[in-house]
């Protein structure tokens, strides 16, 4: 079963191995330093990152999408939502190529998985995280009438060698409830 | 790497040790309280007969690949079980998480932050560890205190993050989750000045 959710400007679609070398092209140190991804992202990486998600059963609770502009079916990021049913909750996240910042690409993508979390999963919280340093992603959890909860001080390890980076990362979290979802769509 | 580290933690009051077969009894009839089980995640309600059995299997079985240490809290003076506590590390973020739950009857003691702060030290002492932190249900202020109590700083709260159903009960709520965290280097300077 395939889902796709079509926005104004993007298309949410399964992801193929066609996408690994857009993938690998999207995963510059910019990308990779806002997001738990590896860096740098081989094409063999991203194939086998592909391939993993592609043998996903039909009925996986771990949805990853190719974001893909409907004006020139480029591959421009990627986004997913990880679900609990049991908790009905769940958590996602996105990232974009550089080259498509400063659209509102994430904004749209973002909202379109979160609509479809509330309207396909019977969820009742969803959230996001985020690196503190980050404030674009912030800025769209903001947007999505997300309430910001709390930092969780260093939170994750990263180590890149060859950017000779070693960080603990504080990370925030932002939430949305049903009620507050319901609200944004009856103003 | 931890192959010598020992796993009996003696306190001012307390010793923590490996939870055994002997303990079964108490641990059912303990962790058997309304009050323990609405104010944890995993401990299940009814606490029925043969679960204290395999809760202790699970923990003999465990190897040290498995990064879960869980402790019976025993007091000193009598022997009594009190409760129980443990540590559950992810070495690839360098970060723990403690958990502890005590007996009602051995409530306003103590007992929990004396336990919960041998079990911060033990963790920064024997492993290597950037951070540990711990979760409460907002409904639980106690817990809350208790982790203040052994250095750790408030970080904030999950709205209705987990769905806690306990049919037996006709219970069914949704638990705002709060957090608390201790970074080692809060935990160093905490030593230095004791």
């Given at each position: 079963m395939m889902t796709i959710i079509e926005t104004e400007r993007l298309r949410l679609r399964p992801v193929t191995l066609e996408d690994a070398p857009a993938m690998q092209a999207c995963a510059t140190w910019d990308v990779a330093r806002t997001v738990t991804m590896r860096y740098p992202l081989t094409r063999k990486m991203a194939e086998a990152f592909i391939a993993s998600i592609i043998v996903r059963p039909a009925d996986t609770t771990d949805h990853f999408f190719a974001i893909e502009r409907q004006s020139d079916r480029r591959f421009i990021g990627g986004c997913g939502m990880e679900r609990d049913p049991?908790?009905?909750c769940a958590e996602f996240g996105y990232w974009l190529g550089v080259e498509y910042w400063g659209n509102g690409y994430a904004t749209e993508a973002a909202q379109a998985l979160v609509?479809?979390?509330?309207?396909?999963h019977n969820l009742n919280r969803i959230a996001a995280v985020y690196y503190t340093h980050n404030h674009a992603s912030r800025r769209v959890m903001d947007k999505l009438g997300m309430t910001f909860e709390y930092v969780q001080?260093?939170?994750i390890y990263r180590d890149v060698p060859v950017q000779n980076y070693r960080a603990f990362i504080d990370i925030g979290m932002c939430s949305i409830l049903r009620e507050e979802w319901e609200a944004r769509q009856n103003p | 790497m931890s192959t010598k580290i020992s796993h009996r933690i003696?306190?001012?009051r307390l010793l923590l040790r490996?939870?055994?077969m002997r303990d079964a009894p108490d641990i059912q009839r303990y962790a058997g309280a309304w009050e323990v089980a609405v104010n944890t995640l995993?401990?299940?309600h009814p606490y029925e007969d043969g679960m204290a059995?395999?809760?202790i299997e699970r923990v003999e079985a465990r190897d040290e690949n498995s990064n879960q240490y869980t402790f019976a809290i025993i007091r000193q003076s009598d022997q009594q079980f009190l409760g129980m506590v443990g540590l559950g590390i992810t070495p690839r973020h360098e970060h723990a998480e403690i958990g502890y739950w005590i007996g009602v009857p051995f409530w306003g003691n103590g007992y929990a932050t004396e336990a919960a702060r041998a079990l911060v030290d033990w963790g920064f002492n024997n492993f290597t560890l950037n951070r540990i932190h711990a979760s409460y249900f907002t409904h639980n202020p106690a817990?809350?205190?208790v982790m203040e109590k052994s250095g750790m700083t408030f970080e904030g709260i999950r709205r209705q993050y987990y769905l806690r159903e306990i049919p037996s009960r006709d219970y069914r709520e949704y638990v705002d989750v709060g957090s608390c965290s201790i970074l080692h280097s809060e935990w160093q300077s905490g030593r230095e000045t004791s």
């Open positions: 049991s908790n009905r609509d479809w979390g509330f309207n396909h001080r260093q939170a | 003696q306190t001012e490996l939870p055994q995993n401990i299940p059995q395999q809760f817990s809350r205190r």
